[in-house]
């Protein structure tokens, strides 16, 4: 649901100026350590741990990688030193090519990872080596590919992340020798940060949201939070509610800077669907290019209205190509992206709805899993659905007798996204918190969310404002239009149920199609004016190294 608006206003420290970061104390070398208690808990789950990594991994092929990797007994090749690709105007002198150290950014998941990868991206370019740890298999795969001519170039180098234990972190840190830490939005771990703080490694918290319930769960131990707070060189905060909780947990008010969120910053594919393959389609390209970030940092932080004007031609050209490639120029076409199990069963039940509707008769439905793992799992729901299935993992493409299509593959969710006129982005019919809806906007596509959005509330409320995202009772939407549009058709439940007011409002883009352009024309419009964020924290990260380094040098 919308997000409040109670808590202090920290937004006077988001500038991402130097001044801004040097008001920290550098100069504070405290180490706090966490309890006893954390230390014996760490101690006697360990096995356990390894025991659990066993059961779920000891059939994958790279099991063995996995577990030295976690236990600290094999590691990579740290990264190479590599000439900048940064633009001369950018690089300010001549130094920008020498070796700036290792980044050691930990990406819990497949979320965390597409988040941050923008910033990686960025330090990479500006002559930077990263080291990138994952905890999931499934963040681990993401990172694997999205990073990797990077990885086999050698400018980042790849590993699960150890765990909380001090000697194991010891023999990680020996090998990879990081100049600084980045941990993604809230995978915190007190060993890791003691550690950190004993090597005088500055750690950073880039993205930082720290949930209401999540803020309930680190108070019940409330002196292990304290001592991670404490050990933090600086907490990039997404908003105020987030800042204030980091506060109360004992964070000082020094450390925490507000700099938006990374979620808006679009993880662009590098490749665009001009000349397309249908059977090996690549991701359209977003109105914001990475090339874009190459340049001077004040040349990214506004777009010319013209060039964004451009950019957005540009993406409704491409969406005209990919649904010609598709052959769905006739059909509307909705997604149901990143779904979790209990979603999908309501999506399919939206669509028999939509298609007992003489007018959408002939609306296609993507649907595109979260997890890789429930790729059959869906498929058998579409089958006992009894609605045409094809799937793209068999090669099959989209015929007119196809009512559902199944994406089931791996990184072309943006494809998807930019081919749809209206999407519903999953994790927020069930309790997950919400996926990304910035990606659909960025393609100028119209966003559905439900009522489970804790993960990206403030990025939510504001796509509503603007009319380019639809969210059961979020008192910040207004639509596009004022005028009225009718659907007699309902689901016969009561009027103000949530799934109830999501077929509505679907109902009444896909017969309005062209009312979902305005709406999603507004959401990308929205995603341009607020790409300054990764200039911000990547500033404040850049602040921080060079800071401690010349603390290093005294």
């Known amino acids: 649901m919308p997000s409040s608006d109670t808590s202090p206003d920290y937004s006077s420290q988001a500038t991402?100026?130097?001044?801004?970061v040097n008001s920290i104390s550098f100069m504070r070398h405290a180490v706090y350590k966490p309890p006893a208690y954390y230390q014996l808990a760490i101690g006697l789950l360990k096995p356990l741990y390894r025991l659990q990594v066993w059961r779920r991994s000891h059939k994958r092929e790279n099991y063995q990688q996995e577990?030295?990797?976690?236990?600290?007994?094999n590691y990579p090749s740290s990264p190479t030193v590599y000439a900048s690709t940064v633009m001369p105007m950018a690089q300010g002198n001549a130094n920008d090519n020498a070796n700036k150290g290792i980044v050691w950014c930990h990406a819990v998941s497949l979320g965390e990872t597409n988040t941050v990868a923008p910033l990686l991206d960025r330090l990479l370019a500006h002559g930077y080596q990263v080291w990138l740890t994952n905890t999931t298999q499934t963040g681990f795969a993401r990172g694997a590919s999205r990073f990797a001519d990077d990885i086999a170039q050698g400018r980042m180098s790849h590993s699960y992340v150890p765990v909380d234990s001090p000697t194991v972190i010891e023999q990680f840190l020996n090998h990879v020798q990081p100049t600084v830490a980045l941990f993604v939005e809230t995978e915190l771990w007190?060993?890791?940060l003691t550690k950190l703080s004993e090597h005088r490694i500055p750690s950073i918290l880039v993205n930082g949201r720290l949930s209401a319930s999540s803020f309930k769960s680190y108070q019940k131990i409330g002196a292990v939070s304290s001592s991670m707070m404490k050990n933090l060189a600086l907490i990039i905060a997404q908003d105020n509610d987030s800042a204030k909780r980091f506060r109360q947990l004992g964070a000082d008010s020094a450390q925490i800077r507000v700099a938006g969120s990374l979620k808006w910053v679009i993880n662009t594919p590098k490749t665009s669907i001009s000349k397309t393959n249908v059977s090996k389609i690549s991701a359209p390209t977003s109105s914001i290019s990475q090339t874009n970030f190459l340049e001077s940092d004040d040349a990214v932080a506004e777009m010319k209205a013209s060039d964004a004007a451009g950019k957005s031609s540009e993406i409704l050209d491409q969406k005209v190509k990919l649904a010609q490639a598709f052959g769905t120029t006739e059909r509307p076409v909705w997604v149901a992206a990143s779904t979790h199990s209990g979603e999908e069963e309501t999506v399919l039940s939206l669509h028999k709805h939509l298609l007992s509707n003489p007018a959408l008769a002939n609306?296609?439905?993507?649907?595109?899993?979260?997890?890789?793992?429930?790729f059959n799992e869906v498929a058998a729901l579409i089958e006992k659905s009894e609605l045409t299935m094809t799937r793209r993992s068999a090669d099959q493409g989209i015929n007119p007798e196809t009512q559902v299509y199944l994406a089931d593959s791996m990184g072309e969710l943006m494809t998807w996204y930019a081919l749809a006129d209206v999407a519903l982005v999953g994790g927020s019919l069930v309790d997950v918190g919400g996926h990304n809806p910035v990606e659909p906007a960025s393609v100028a596509t119209p966003v559905i969310m439900g009522g489970y959005t804790q993960s990206c509330q403030v990025v939510v409320d504001k796509?509503?404002?603007v009319g380019a995202l639809y969210q059961p009772h979020n008192t910040f939407y207004h639509p596009v239009t004022q005028d009225a549009i009718s659907t007699?058709?309902?689901?016969?439940?009561d009027k103000n149920d949530d799934i109830e007011l999501i077929y509505q409002q679907l109902l009444s883009w896909l017969s309005h199609l062209d009312v979902a352009k305005q709406a999603g024309q507004a959401g990308e419009q929205m995603t341009v004016q607020q790409q300054a964020v990764l200039i911000r924290q990547f500033t404040m990260i850049k602040d921080v190294i060079e800071q401690y380094a010349k603390q290093e040098i005294l």
Do not use: M
Not at 67 to 73: L, N
């Open 16 to 20: 991402g100026s130097v001044d801004s």
């Open 67 to 73: 577990v030295e990797q976690r236990f600290g007994k």
């Open 190 to 192: 007190a060993n890791i």
């Open 363 to 374: 609306t296609l439905l993507i649907i595109v899993p979260r997890h890789p793992e429930r």
């Open 463 to 465: 796509l509503s404002e």
């Open 488 to 493: 007699t058709s309902s689901l016969n439940t």
